[in-house]
């Protein structure tokens, strides 16, 4: 009985090897099929495909949580001094900067209000160091942010750290006291390269930061962290509000920092 | 009380961020298209989940590559390279918006892992296609990693596209080399699937038979939803008027 279960067997794998074209080979090579009990049957199977690559061994995602988060807007909305549609408004959030670049805010804080999902966010607005709250869903993906840039007025100097670590510093020209650099915390909105001015050097960053004292300046009176064409006066206090640096620090500060950067002016 | 429900539950109102299916699905194309992949009571449940699943494929249809090549093996690993993309991002991003870490510890190491998982396959798939290999597209998540029950349910409805994509395309290779390889693939992302389901607390392998799609049935699925999105515009040349 067990023999004839065997021979069985082997009879459909013989089978299932020929509709599949695979080779059988026995003692006697000019067999024309195995011998059904007894014999010395070697079934040599086709190799499996040689997979054309294979996954290397998976790295750790040991990244902890951002520290700070930026989100573009996505569409015109109201911010606002509480969670909830009643709440008092403080200012529209446009699409776009002055710029031309994709409006962006600093997430600072959350929360649930019936049912929906509210974000607190810094405002690129007067007086300085607004937030207010806007809809979820009026804002894109987050964007975390391990950066943070950290400006002195009194050492004039700018320091910019990563995860906490200090990666980059400058000197730094400031606001004069008829026209301050503001006070507060605020983030960078975009970069402008290529726009061919001396006076801004190389590279100009654009904050959400604005002069309490030209509100009249074209654009807004939007402060800014550039290079300049008088090397000379940095580090000083000799700006009308905006932060200047040396051309060959701003651009090195260029590679360092991205957008969406928290800005803390003390 | 069995350990898992006996299937997906009932669709649920919207997360605290409003984001269901529904309210994308305003023609019912992907409920419809879930309903032909999944059946209707699986649908149901993904109804209120399968916002990222669906928007898998949104970035698939974006990129040049694919219908330069639609059909062939490049065009195909470019397709899988997208999810994987996705994927990857989305369980990155679930980590950085600090979700994960809210998560109990049996469900971090399923999101890190599941992460770490797809990171890798990201950067085979890379190096498999070379210079042929699309940029990676910028993805708005809609504050679905951000919330840790929408974040869990969109892992289950992705894991299982994915499955779907891959267990339809595996066998479409020129190169079976390639299909031995994708294979490898498909196998880990079932078993990701089977994770993800059984993370949500649901049955981890709900039917007898895995139904596979084609990328034209994805990408259909997936059109219609917003997780792939125009990255915004941060530069410019424009002439500064800071303050100075």
Not at chain 1, 79 to 87: K, M, N
Not at chain 1, 129 to 145: E, I, M
Not at chain 1, 150 to 167: H, P, S, T
Request: glycine share 10%; with cysteine.
């Amino acid at each position: 009985m067990r023999s004839f279960v065997a021979a069985g067997f082997v009879a459909a794998v013989a089978a299932a090897g020929a509709v599949a074209g695979l080779r059988h080979y026995t003692n006697d090579s000019h067999a024309a099929g195995p011998e059904p009990t007894g014999g010395r049957l070697a079934l040599v199977l086709p190799e499996p495909v040689k997979p054309a690559f294979t996954v290397p061994t998976p790295k750790p995602l040991s990244t902890p949580a951002a520290a700070a988060f930026w989100a573009p807007v996505a569409r015109a909305v109201v911010a606002r001094t509480a969670p909830r549609a009643d709440g008092t408004a403080i200012a529209t959030l446009e699409l776009q900067t002055p710029e031309g670049t994709s409006n962006l805010v600093a997430v600072v804080a959350d929360t649930v209000t019936k049912g929906s999902r509210w974000l607190r966010v810094r405002l690129p607005v007067l007086p300085n160091n607004t937030t207010g709250w806007v809809p979820r869903v009026a804002l894109g993906g987050l964007v975390p942010v391990d950066t943070r840039l950290v400006v002195d007025r009194e050492l004039l100097r700018a320091v910019l750290f990563r995860n906490g670590r200090r990666v980059f510093t400058a000197p730094v020209g400031v606001g004069t006291t008829q026209a301050p650099t503001p006070r507060g915390q605020f983030y960078i909105r975009d970069k402008l390269t290529g726009f061919g001015s001396s006076f801004y050097g190389p590279v100009a960053f654009g904050t959400s930061a604005r002069s309490a004292v030209l509100t009249d300046w074209p654009a807004g009176g939007y402060i800014g962290i550039h290079g300049t064409n008088e090397p000379q006066l940095i580090p000083g206090r000799v700006s009308h509000g905006c932060i200047r640096m040396r051309n060959q620090d701003i651009a090195r500060l260029a590679r360092l920092m991205p957008i969406g950067t928290p800005l803390i002016v003390r | 009380m069995p350990a898992f429900a006996e299937g997906p539950p009932p669709p649920k109102e919207a997360g605290p961020l409003g984001l269901t299916l529904d309210a994308i699905d305003e023609d019912g194309a992907i409920a419809e298209a879930l309903e032909g992949l999944y059946g209707s009571t699986r649908a149901s449940f993904l109804r209120g989940a399968a916002l990222g699943s669906a928007a898998l494929a949104a970035g698939l249809a974006a990129p040049a590559a694919f219908a330069a090549e639609r059909g062939g093996d490049t065009h195909i690993l470019n397709f899988d390279l997208v999810f994987e993309y996705l994927q990857s991002t989305f369980y990155f991003s679930g980590v950085r918006v600090g979700t994960v870490a809210k998560m109990t510890r049996p469900k971090q190491v399923w999101a890190h892992t599941l992460g770490a998982h797809e990171l890798a396959h990201v950067r085979i798939l890379k190096s498999v296609l070379g210079r042929r290999a699309v940029a990676k597209p910028f993805f708005n998540f809609h504050g679905v990693t951000e919330d840790e029950a929408a974040f869990t349910k969109t892992a289950v409805a992705m894991e299982d596209l994915t499955v779907a994509l891959l267990a339809g395309q595996a066998a479409r290779f020129h190169d079976r080399a390639l299909t031995a390889a994708v294979f490898s693939l498909l196998t880990v992302e079932a078993r990701h699937a089977a994770w993800a389901r059984h993370i949500a607390g649901y049955v981890p392998v709900a039917q007898a038979f895995d139904h596979p799609k084609t990328l034209d049935q994805v990408d259909a699925v997936v059109r219609r939803t917003r997780f792939l999105a125009s990255a915004p515009r941060t530069r410019s040349r424009k002439q500064p008027k800071f303050t100075g």
